[in-house]
């Protein structure tokens, strides 16, 4: 029973390149959430997608990110033209439904030089 | 706007000793409200999830309460270990419509020393 699984674990990218996050929900899980944890704060959400649609984007910044979950295969967080303030752990977290307990994989940490 | 606040942001104890995290959340409208443990460099693992009909919710050593009048949730650690050492999170769902996205506090960090 594999739980979510997040990849790469580290990721490095220089400023102005892409970054791109994946992750794979627990099996038979619909539903994703992607929540972002800066340097001494707190995780907050960022974007909510069930298959091939996204319902809540409310905490994704508007210029550079981008979020998909296809039909086959995992769900993808990109961001574009990164800047040093992008350096952050990017969770992602599934559920069976919308109030069903969220499991979470163990994050990308991605570190802007 | 939803906020949740936890106290003490770090807390260190002997082993052995039990202990109480808090949580506050602004809203008292929540659907439930969920405590997660995170160790370095790793994500989240679900404690207890307290639906708001409840008052409370027991895992073994951990015992959640919810009181929602008056929007706040203690967690409490019984006969507390060095294996505990984490940082604790609280987070709560509002309910409504797509609303599931969880509302985390900034954590309390716990070291049990032996």
């Known amino acids: 029973n594999a739980g979510v699984m997040q990849n790469p674990r580290h990721l490095v990218r220089r400023r102005g390149q892409e970054a791109r996050l994946r992750c794979s929900p627990v099996k038979g899980h619909s539903h994703v959430y992607w929540y972002r944890q800066l340097p001494e704060e707190g995780l907050k959400f960022m974007v909510y997608l069930q298959k091939e649609n996204i319902i809540d984007e409310s905490g994704m910044p508007k210029e550079r990110f981008s979020a998909e979950f296809p039909k086959e295969g995992p769900s993808i967080l990109r961001i574009q033209q990164v800047v040093r303030g992008d350096s952050a752990a990017y969770f992602c977290?599934?559920?069976?439904?919308?109030?069903?307990?969220?499991?979470f994989g163990d994050g990308t940490r991605l570190s802007i030089l | 706007k939803q906020e949740v606040t936890q106290i003490p942001a770090a807390l260190s104890v002997p082993e052995g000793e039990n202990l109480v995290l808090n949580c506050s959340f602004t809203?008292?409208?929540?659907?439930?409200l969920q405590w997660f443990r995170q160790d370095p460099g790793k994500g989240l693992t679900s404690l207890l999830l307290?639906?708001?009909?409840?008052r409370e919710q027991t895992s073994g050593r951990l015992n959640a309460s919810l009181d929602k009048s008056s929007g706040r949730s203690t967690l409490y650690i019984a006969a507390s270990q060095p294996g505990d050492s984490a940082t604790y999170l609280c987070a709560v769902i509002l309910p409504g419509g797509s609303n599931y996205k969880l509302t985390f506090g900034k954590g309390t960090l716990l070291t049990v020393n032996p």
């Open positions: 307290i639906q708001s009909s409840q």
């Open positions: 977290a599934s559920s069976l439904d919308g109030y069903q307990p969220q499991h």
């Open positions: 809203d008292s409208a929540i659907y439930n």
